[in-house]
């Protein structure tokens, strides 16, 4: 008898492990995909009501200060201090370059913490921050939430990879609902993005419609 063919009884006898292992990583992939399904819908709910708020709050910065429609051939005159105030504090708040510190949450983190401060404002300047910075204190004089993203772009320096930042629509980003602090006891969130149909078939191989 062939080896081919004792493998291929004893692949009836106990199964196919590599379709077993395929079977199982399609499962952890549907359960994964049903938790982060889930945990958007509670958090969406519960940001219903502040989505509300915050579209008001962007109504008012926009000018749209009237409740009710009137007639095509009446004027709806307004006066837009919010708006006023908001562009005049941006520059205000923006006009130097904040002093960003790194702190060390280990002795062993000391050294690391120490050559991310050398370099924070090559870094600062490099990213972009002077055009980013002020649509994040735009986004919490409006909303009261101004929200930038920090994270490691493998694609960067040739391939080496470099640290940016991303400016974060607050309307986009779902926190915990059950956390009363992004830094203690946020255990999770969401941020969604918009992708074209073709951009999510290049990304995960997917066709969507």
Excluded at 53 to 81: C, L, P, T
Excluded at 118 to 126: G, I
Excluded at 173 to 181: G, L, V
Aim: hydrophobic share 35%; charged share 30%; proline share 4%.
């Amino acid at each position: 008898m062939a080896f081919e063919d004792v493998v291929s009884g004893l692949k009836g006898v106990f199964g196919n492990p590599e379709k077993q292992a395929l079977e199982e990583e399609q499962k952890r992939k549907e359960e994964k995909a049903n938790q982060i399904k889930g945990r958007f819908t509670e958090a969406e709910r519960s940001k219903a009501s502040i989505r509300e708020e915050w579209k008001s709050y962007v109504r008012f910065w926009r000018g749209d200060h009237w409740s009710f429609r009137q007639a095509k051939w009446k004027s709806n005159i307004s006066d837009n201090m919010c708006n006023s105030i908001v562009e005049t504090m941006v520059p205000l708040m923006t006009d130097r370059a904040p002093s960003i510190t790194y702190l060390p949450q280990t002795e062993e983190d000391q050294s690391s913490a120490n050559k991310l401060n050398l370099m924070s404002n090559h870094a600062y300047n490099r990213d972009n921050m002077t055009e980013k910075f002020p649509r994040v204190i735009r986004d919490m004089l409006i909303l009261g939430t101004g929200l930038i993203k920090v994270r490691f772009d493998h694609e960067k320096s040739n391939g080496l990879g470099e640290i940016t930042s991303d400016v974060v629509d607050p309307f986009h980003f779902y926190p915990d609902p059950d956390a009363t602090d992004i830094y203690e006891d946020m255990t999770w969130c969401i941020l969604t993005i918009k992708m074209s149909p073709a951009m999510i078939k290049q990304r995960y191989g997917v066709e969507v419609h």
